[in-house]
C-alpha cells in the first residue's frame, strides 16, 4: 500500500537478538589427536558409496585452511596446484574467488589421497571438471557424511558431543583455525594490526567485523597474545566473553 503512495503505518522489524552461542575451539593436542584416529577409520561392511577415503584428507584441509565444508567439497581437480601450493575456491559465500594457501604437510596429504582416488577404476576420475572429494563410486560426498565421520573422531577422542548444532560442529574447525592462526602470527612476532586483515582475506570475509566473530576466545585460551594488544582493538577479546 505504501508502495502504491496509500499513507499507512508500517512498523519497524524488530532487531534480531544478537547470539550467544560460543564454538569449540579445539587445543592442538586434540586436533593431533582427531588427525590420528581419522586414518585408523576403518569401515565395518563395504559400501561403494562410502566417502571414508576422503575424509581423512579432508579434516586435514578444514583445519589447516579454515575453509567452510561447502567450499571444500565444492572443490574441482583443475582448482588443486598442488606445486604451486594453493586452491581456487571459487564462488565462496560472499560471491569471490579467493586463493587459499596449503603447507608441506597439506601438499603431501593431498598427493597421497589425489594417488589412491585416482586407481580406482572410475572413468574421468581425474578430469578437470570433476570434483576432487568424491565418494567410492565418483559420486559427490554430502557434508552430513563427512559429519556423520566427525562425530565418530569426537567419540574416540573422548570428546563430548552434545549435538542439536552445539557442538562440536565441523565449522568450529574453521573457529580454531581462526584462532590458532592468530596465535601462531602474534608469536611469530607479526603486529597484531596486520594479522586480524590477513586473517580475514584467508577466511575470505568482506569485512574485519565478520572476522572478530571467529577470534573472541583467544583471551582465555591465549592471555599473552592478548598483553600485545593497545585499547585500540581490545575489542577483540572482551573480558566478559568468557568461553564455556
Known amino acids: 500500500m505504501k508502495r502504491s503512495g496509500i499513507e499507512c503505518y508500517v512498523p519497524k522489524l524488530p532487531k534480531r537478538p544478537s547470539s550467544d552461542f560460543v564454538p569449540y575451539i579445539f587445543t592442538p593436542t586434540q586436533i593431533e589427536d582427531m588427525l590420528k584416529k581419522a586414518d585408523e ?18 579434516l586435514r584441509l578444514l583445519y589447516s585452511t579454515g575453509l567452510r565444508i561447502s567450499e571444500a567439497l565444492s572443490i574441482l581437480n583443475e582448482d588443486v596446484h598442488i606445486e604451486q601450493q594453493y586452491i581456487r575456491i571459487r564462488s565462496s559465500k560472499n560471491g569471490c574467488d579467493r586463493l587459499v594457501p596449503i603447507c608441506d604437510s597439506m601438499k603431501e596429504s593431498l598427493l597421497q589421497y589425489i594417488h589412491y582416488r585416482n586407481r580406482m577404476p572410475i572413468d574421468g576420475i581425474s578430469d578437470n571438471k570433476r570434483l576432487l572429494f568424491v565418494k567410492c563410486d565418483g559420486t559427490a560426498l554430502s557434508s552430513k557424511t563427512i559429519s556423520h565421520y566427525f562425530v565418530d573422531v569426537l567419540t574416540q577422542c573422548g570428546i563430548p558431543y552434545i549435538g542439536g548444532h552445539h557442538g ?13 592462526v592468530l596465535a601462531q602470527m602474534a608469536r611469530n612476532g607479526t603486529d597484531v594490526y596486520a594479522c586480524l586483515p590477513i586473517l580475514s582475506t584467508a577466511l575470505g570475509h568482506l569485512s574485519l567485523a565478520s572476522t572478530e566473530h571467529y577470534v573472541r576466545l583467544t583471551a582465555s585460551m591465549f592471555p599473552e597474545i592478548e598483553e600485545q594488544c593497545s585499547q585500540l582493538n581490545s575489542f577483540v577479546f572482551p573480558i566478559h566473553y568468557i568461553r564455556r
Open 168 to 180: 562440536p560442529r565441523l565449522h568450529d574447525l574453521r573457529h580454531t583455525y581462526a584462532v590458532h
Open 41 to 58: 577409520i576403518r569401515v565395518r561392511r563395504f559400501m561403494i558409496t562410502t566417502g571414508v577415503m576422503a575424509f581423512p584428507c579432508l
